[in-house]
C-alpha cells in the first residue's frame, strides 16, 4: 500500500535544523495523521506521497513548505498591563492570544517596565526543516476519519482530541471531556 490521500500513515523521524541540530525526534511513539488534509506541513506531506511502509529517506522542507517565512507584521507591542494575571513574566513564555482571524500562539520576545513585546510567528517560521524519516504502517482511513479530515483512536476513555492521543467520539467521553464538547466529535 502506498501513501495517498485517505490514508492513515504511522513514521518515525527525527527533525533538524541547516546546521544539524536536532531539533525534534518522534521517540518511541511515531507520527500518525491522515493524508491529504493538512495534518502536517505541507512539504513533509508532499515528501511523503507515493511512499510505502519501511521506506526511509532523507528530505529538506524550505520554510515557505513548513511553518511559513517569518513576518514582522506578527510581532506586536502590548501594554504590561495585559499581563496582570501573570506572576512572573519571562521572555520565552507563551500565552494565546485573540486576533480578528481566531486564537494564536504567541511568545514574549521582549519586557520593560511598561510594554511586552510578542511575537505570533511559529517558532520554526523561517527555517529550512531536514527530516530523516522511516515510514511505520499504512492503513485505508474509516469513513469518519475521512469525514472529520483527522486520525480517531480505536481505544477505551477520552485522552485528548487534536493532540497526542488524537480524537475518538465513544460512550465513555463524560460531558466534561475534549471529546463531549469538541463539534468534531459529536459530529457537527
Not at 56 to 71: H, L, N, R, T
Not at 132 to 143: L, N, Y
Request: glycine share 10%; hydrophobic share 30%; proline share 2%.
Amino acid at each position: 500500500m502506498t501513501i495517498t490521500k485517505n490514508k492513515i500513515v504511522s513514521f518515525d523521524y527525527t527533525l533538524r535544523d541547516t546546521n544539524d541540530e536536532v531539533l525534534d525526534i518522534s521517540g518511541t511513539d511515531p507520527m500518525v495523521y491522515l493524508h491529504g488534509h493538512e495534518n502536517i506541513i505541507s512539504g513533509l506531506e508532499k515528501a511523503l506521497e507515493g511512499k510505502k511502509a519501511g521506506d526511509s529517506f532523507k528530505v529538506q522542507i524550505p520554510a515557505a513548505e513548513a511553518y511559513g517565512e517569518w513576518d514582522g507584521n506578527l510581532n506586536t507591542t502590548v501594554l504590561r498591563s495585559s499581563f496582570d494575571g501573570v506572576k512572573e513574566l519571562a521572555e520565552g513564555m507563551q500565552f494565546e492570544a485573540q486576533f480578528p482571524g481566531g486564537n494564536q500562539i504567541v511568545t514574549v520576545t521582549k519586557i520593560t517596565e511598561n510594554e511586552v513585546t510578542v511575537d505570533g510567528n511559529h517558532p520554526l517560521a523561517g527555517m529550512d526543516l531536514n527530516f530523516d524519516v522511516v515510514i511505520r504502517e499504512i492503513r485505508d482511513a474509516t469513513e469518519e476519519e475521512i469525514a472529520h479530515g483527522h486520525l480517531h483512536h480505536e481505544h477505551e476513555g477520552c485522552t485528548g482530541c487534536h493532540g497526542d492521543d488524537g480524537c475518538h467520539a465513544d460512550d465513555n467521553c463524560d460531558s466534561d471531556s475534549c471529546c463531549a464538547n469538541d463539534d468534531c466529535c459529536r459530529g457537527k
